[in-house]
């Protein structure tokens, strides 16, 4: 892409402003049900630094952000052990939205319109850049990782499947 194009604010981006973070933008062509794999392809970048912001729920339909290696998935039984959960899965993409206010293919763990839990893969905070989404589908802003842990409060786990 040759001329950077404008992107609107999002609630994501208006956070990040709001607290004073630097950030990169990063727009591509959505593709449904590309994934992290045809963001990276797109910016050229490699998948394994493309963070997925994924809102899930314990037992008691409580929810929490987990966020993940692109190239990674998670195990929600390991996940569920390491924060005294009984089980963790997955929201239906309707109650993921309600609870984050952002579409499902667009969800940013900044902003959110619920506070929530949030959980990152340990590994993802030795990473000296990472790419998450933005706020909307085809968005994706670059932050040093640490902003996930100073900014958000979020608390590491050991969670990928290879």
């Known amino acids: 892409m040759s001329k ?3 992107v609107s ?3 994501a981006t208006q956070f990040l402003r709001q607290h004073e973070v630097e950030f990169g933008e990063h727009p591509y062509d959505y593709v449904d049900h590309g994934g992290t794999g045809e963001s990276a392809r797109q910016l050229g970048v490699d998948e394994h630094i493309v963070v997925k912001t994924l809102i899930m729920e314990d037992e008691d339909a409580k929810p929490l952000v987990v966020l993940m290696h692109g190239d990674r998935e998670v195990s929600t039984k390991n996940l569920a052990r390491q924060i005294g959960a009984k ?3 997955p929201c239906k993409p309707e109650v993921a939205q309600r609870h984050s206010g952002y579409m499902v293919g667009g969800t940013s763990p900044f902003g959110t319109r619920k506070r929530m839990p949030i959980w990152v ?3 993802v905070l030795a990473l000296p850049r990472i790419y998450i ?3 909307r589908r085809g968005y994706l802003v670059s932050i040093e ?6 900014l958000l409060g979020a608390k590491p786990v050991e969670a990928a499947l290879e």
């Open 4 to 6: 950077a194009k404008h």
């Open 9 to 11: 604010e999002t609630p």
């Open 87 to 89: 089980r963790v899965a």
């Open 121 to 123: 893969q340990a590994s």
């Open 133 to 135: 989404n933005g706020g």
């Open 145 to 150: 990782p640490a902003v996930l842990v100073d």
